[in-house]
């Protein structure tokens, strides 16, 4: 696993494919053993991923067969169309035969996302679902097939009627033909990008650093950069899009795009960054990682949805400790208007609930339901919560939609009730809460004029950054509007133009 040993072996001239006496290759040694960062590395230095030993495995095989999941994601991800799924051993089985015999679920489960054909049979004549011996995998591997023969069935749906199909065709004009074929173009595009961010956010969810890394292009020596730099001013350019031997590598490195079109803030269908992903799974270093690149902390998903709110409802505290710290918002509503902190006291989050008390989050909001963080902890009994949120100015009179106080929700002679209570009972008056609310509204307004952070609103090189990063994003075939004009005019003939 000595990554900088291979390569300064590589850079003094060693063979990548070269093989030993087991017709093994470097990059099979490195599969069977796990090394996913040496995997990563000769993949990058073009090692074949179809080599096969004496034994007929190839790398694929190794790391199916010794269950490294890290180095079946680094050789399927780096290049499905390089990477060959099905080929078959001396014995006559796939990587998917292996996995589904061992049982390797998330193994199985990246093979099947990325195109293995369950239908192979190996030479006992057995297909990867005959292999499969665990009722768990069994079970997932039949859900495949079944959407396997679905897909093939589809495909080969519009080959039984020829002739209609040729006689539409042929009465179709080449322009709409055109357009059609770009449109799928375009559809396919769309999908295949998808399919990366997919890719992403699986290696997040599953904490994997290093597979993270190689996906966005980030090199460890660009964390080191930013280690030197953090406590040192951003450096200033001659102008925004100076690329001169000062200003170049700088340009280069805050306005770089990965290869394949993926960026720290990229987002699926329903609109989960990493930062959701790895806020959601309470992977606390990954989150730090991301932050440092510029991971945006106030990204919403489809549900309005912020990282702090889905660390908090997790209970993550180290993740949700991280975030705070880079001053994430802790009121901000989702989509139901449950705030971070009602998410804490609704999963019983005593340790989170506490921490958002001690930066300050409001203890009365509301949701859409009208219930505020004391309501949803009487609610779900958690006695703990409900006494820290009475320590920190929770009030017991707040109404909800359906006109029940937190004592509404209680058990009966409970110590919940006890303590509602014992607690000062304290109700503003009129023009304390015309007070409330005008100071409320304020805070809204000022959000909305001052919709950038505060840190940022006035940085001129941050402002350079993003016109920087725009212009390198900026594709002209996609974003340029093009317009045809076409005369379809009449001439008009008049009785007696027509009979001159």
């Not at 007929?56 to 499905?80: I, Q, S, W």
Request: glycine fraction near 6%; charged fraction near 25%.
């Amino acid at each position: 696993g000595q990554t900088s040993l291979v390569d300064l072996l590589v850079a003094k001239g060693a063979i990548v494919n070269a093989t030993d006496y087991h017709g093994s290759a470097p990059l099979h040694l490195a599969c069977q053993k796990g090394y996913q960062n040496v995997t990563l590395l000769l993949l990058h230095y073009k090692a074949s991923t179809d080599i096969q030993d004496n034994n007929g495995n190839t790398p694929l095989h190794l790391a199916c067969t010794y269950g490294h999941e890290d180095c079946v994601k680094a050789l399927v991800y780096y290049d499905v169309h390089s990477c060959r799924l099905d080929i078959g051993n001396e014995k006559g089985d796939t990587p998917l035969h292996i996995a589904a015999r061992w049982g390797y679920q998330g193994i199985i489960e990246v093979l099947l996302q990325n195109g293995a054909n369950p239908e192979i049979q190996n030479r006992m004549k057995e297909t990867s679902l005959q292999c499969a011996l665990n009722s768990k995998i069994l079970s997932l591997m039949e859900l495949n097939y079944l959407t396997f023969e679905r897909g093939q069935s589809a495909s080969e749906s519009p080959l039984r009627s020829p002739q209609r199909s040729t006689e539409t065709f042929s009465r179709g004009s080449s322009v709409s033909s055109l357009s059609s074929a770009s449109t799928d173009i375009r559809q396919e595009e769309v999908k295949n990008s998808y399919k990366e961010v997919e890719k992403l956010l699986r290696a997040v969810a599953d904490g994997d650093l290093e597979m993270v890394r190689y996906l966005l292009e980030w090199m460890e020596e660009d964390l080191e950069d930013e280690d030197d730099t953090t406590g040192t001013s951003k450096p200033e350019f001659c102008h925004p899009l100076c690329q001169c031997s000062k200003c170049g590598p700088a340009q280069k490195k805050f306005g770089r795009l990965s290869a394949n079109g993926l960026g720290v803030n990229v987002s699926n269908r329903d609109g989960f960054t990493p930062l959701h992903v790895a806020a959601l799974h309470g992977h606390s270093e990954l989150v730090s990682l991301l932050l440092k690149h510029g991971a945006s902390i106030s990204a919403r998903n489809a549900k309005h949805a912020v990282p702090l709110h889905l660390a908090c409802q997790k209970g993550h505290f180290q993740v949700v400790k991280c975030l705070m710290d880079y001053n994430a918002k802790q009121n901000k509503k989702d989509v139901y208007g449950n705030t971070p902190l009602i998410y804490a006291c609704l999963n019983g989050q005593y340790e989170t609930t506490s921490l958002l008390l001690q930066r300050g989050a409001a203890v009365n909001l509301s949701n859409a339901k009208g219930n505020t963080a004391l309501h949803e902890a009487v609610l779900g009994r958690h006695e703990a919560l409900v006494d820290l949120l009475l320590r920190n100015g929770a009030m017991t009179h707040v109404k909800n939609e359906r006109n029940c106080t937190p004592a509404d929700c209680a058990e009966p002679n409970s110590n919940i009730i006890k303590l509602l209570e014992t607690a000062p009972s304290y109700v503003p008056t009129s023009a304390e809460r015309e007070k409330e609310c005008e100071q409320h509204a304020t805070i809204k307004i000022r959000k909305k004029v001052n919709s950038k952070p505060c840190e940022k609103a006035d940085d001129p090189i941050s402002r350079q950054l993003q016109l920087v990063q725009s212009v390198n994003r900026f594709n002209k075939a996609k974003h340029l509007r093009r317009t045809i004009t076409r005369d379809k005019s009449v001439p008009n003939f008049d009785y007696q133009l027509l009979h001159q």
